[in-house]
């Protein structure tokens, strides 16, 4: 890959990431998302500072976090959010979570 290429995108999976993480509501800390994800609190550093570019299943894991595609996480910006309020079926938004405990959640999506 051409390095300014591979540059571009690591910049733009940071700022995309970044803003996706941080427009939760309560905000996700990079711990929490790091534990949904199964990676570290590190990792999720790195790929907010554009050092390096996550490995395919943990693009994959965080597109089905965000509910987007993963090609969407590169885009210069983000596709709007249901512009038509429609929900695709199977997925959740912030306002599904009512509580704030990791392992709950990990508890209930398994469950569903």
């Known amino acids: 890959m051409d390095y300014k290429k591979e ?3 690591k910049r733009r999976l940071a700022r ?4 996706l ?3 939760r509501s309560p905000c996700l800390s990079q711990k ?4 949904k994800l199964g ?4 990792s999720i550093s790195r790929y907010e ?3 390096c570019l996550p490995p395919a299943h ?3 894991a965080l597109a089905e976090e965000f509910g987007l595609a993963t090609d969407a996480l590169f885009l210069e910006r983000l596709p709007l ?4 309020n429609k929900r695709k079926e199977g997925t959740r938004t912030n306002e599904d979570i009512t509580h704030s405990d990791p392992q709950e959640d990990r508890r209930r999506e398994r469950e569903a």
């Open 32 to 35: 929490a998302l790091a534990g």
């Open 16 to 19: 995309n990431l970044r803003r």
């Open 7 to 9: 540059q571009q995108l």
């Open 39 to 42: 990676v570290t609190q590190k």
């Open 49 to 51: 500072n554009a050092l």
């Open 81 to 84: 959010k249901n512009p038509n």
């Open 58 to 60: 943990v693009l994959v």
């Open 21 to 23: 993480r941080l427009s």
